[in-house]
């Protein structure tokens, strides 16, 4: 076969465009720092990268989500502090209260401290978490002392009489959603229960409030009064149950947190390895081939004459 000077020109510029696309892709490598730069590149490290993201993605939303766990149990646990506290407070005046030598003013006075630190434990029963009313089971957006039409006092949606014990029982029968956990997903299939349920907590010491209201207001004596001190004992330890149950599932959150992060490091590694150039290979691939494609335009100008005087020579 007749190899004409036309078909050494085409060949040689079909091979100069080859080569000059291979250290373009090379350049492309070195400037990105990965492999492919649209998924035609290589299909299988894009759908593999895919993948990866998804993953990645995934667990970055978790994080955030333990973020919110940890929002509703930080705060649980200050409010039931102060819940504590409030008792501990409780606790000082029924036993001043319980001394016979207390004047009527005196008991009085006691009556009126206890009547403001019964407010202050129904505030803390509405505490909130940006819109979310931690204690109220999954009626996150419902109190669990609030105001009906007529501002009356409400408890778990059903009216208080004020002095009246809480019918627990009909306010939760009515309002099951007070009883129920709110979880959040932390992980592929775990769920955490972020909220306590301390609806029967929060009325047994209104209750107990109340008898403690009722015995100052009906001059009940010192030993009667006195007695109240073992109910506020067993509050506070129903108090203390509660935090200890926010403080297990503080270190189960922990935990998961450190979960998270080695699941992230792992992945962020896989899509390293998937996805990242060898620098070291990749320029010597580059120093190579643009050696190889100057060698090429030497012979090929040594090959391909560049006029017709050099055909009549």
Known sequence: MRVTQS???S???RNLSNSY???GKLQNQITSGSKITRPSDDPVIAVKGIGYRTNLNKVEQYQRNMNEVNNWLDTSDDTLDHVGIALIRTQELVTQAANDSNTPEDRQKIKSEIDQLKLQIRDLANTKVGEKYLFSGTNTLSPVYGKDDTGNTTFAGVNLIEGSAIDISNSIASNTGYKNSVEIEVYDGVNLNVNTNAVEM?????DLL???QGDLSAGANGETIGNRLGEISKAQNTVLENRADIGARQNRVEMMINRLATQEVVVTKQLSDNE???YEKVITEMVTQE???QASLSVGAKIIQATLVDFIR
């Open 210 to 212: 109340t008898d403690i």
């Open 291 to 293: 050696s190889i494609h």
């Open 21 to 23: 696309s291979k250290m």
């Open 276 to 278: 990242d150039i060898d």
């Open 11 to 13: 060949n040689m510029l």
């Open 7 to 9: 078909m050494l020109s």
């Open 202 to 206: 929060f009325a047994q010491i209104d």
